[in-house]
Structures are given as structure tokens and as C-alpha cells.
């Protein structure tokens, strides 16, 4: 079974820079088939698709990130990778790694990004 492991989240100011690491430790079959994507969940909001990408590499973004976040994956390492920039202060969530059809990974720990001044 998948493990997924976020990492990189960080305290920033507004305007600031982070990269989030998932590690896709555990099963690896067929997983460079399979979609992925990084979701986020701030205090009191359901959680959100942020980023997605293909097996192929094709992208999307959710319209509050675009032109912002970055979404790649290093089928190799069985990591993906989140680049964040221009952070606001409404960007602050935990932000978490997964699927985005098909059978979903036990949901992970997140790492926590906390925009603030």
C-alpha cells in the first residue's frame, strides 16, 4: 500500500516561496499511470484540489493558485513536487498529496504551509 509523506511546508512571509516534497513510499505498482495531485485544507473549509497532474505530465490548477503553483513529478523517485510562489496569507492550509481518480491512498499527516506577516 501507498504511504504518501508531504514535506517542505514552512511559515513565510507574504510574497514568499516554498517547494512541497510527496514521497510515494510503499506500493509502486502501475503508480506512474496513475494521476496525481496536491490538495490543501485550511481551518473550518472542506478540503480542495489545488494541483493535478497526469501520468504524462499534462497540468491543472485551481483558478486561486494559477499562475502561482507549479505541480511536477519525478516518475523515477516517486516524488511530486509543489512550487509555490508569490504565497498569500490565504494560501495558509495543510497541504496534502494524493490521487485524483480512481482508488485514493489513505490520506497522510500534510505538511503545513502558514502564510503570514
Known amino acids: 500500500q501507498v504511504q504518501p509523506v508531504e514535506s517542505g511546508g514552512d511559515l513565510v512571509q507574504p510574497g514568499g516561496s516554498l517547494r512541497l516534497s510527496c514521497v510515494a513510499s510503499?506500493?509502486?505498482?502501475?503508480?506512474?499511470?496513475?494521476?496525481m495531485g496536491w490538495y490543501r485544507q485550511a481551518p473550518g473549509k472542506e478540503r480542495e484540489l489545488v494541483a493535478q497532474?497526469?501520468?504524462?505530465?499534462?497540468?491543472n490548477y485551481a483558478d486561486s493558485v494559477k499562475g502561482r503553483f507549479t505541480i511536477s513529478r519525478d516518475n523515477v523517485k516517486k516524488t511530486m513536487y509543489l512550487y509555490m510562489n508569490n504565497l498569500k496569507p490565504e494560501d495558509t492550509a495543510v497541504y496534502y498529496c494524493n490521487l485524483v481518480s480512481g482508488l485514493l491512498w489513505p490520506w497522510g499527516q500534510g505538511t503545513q504551509v502558514t502564510v503570514s506577516s
Open positions: 510503499g506500493g509502486i505498482f502501475r503508480i506512474n499511470a496513475m494521476a
Open positions: 497532474i497526469s501520468s504524462g505530465g499534462s497540468t
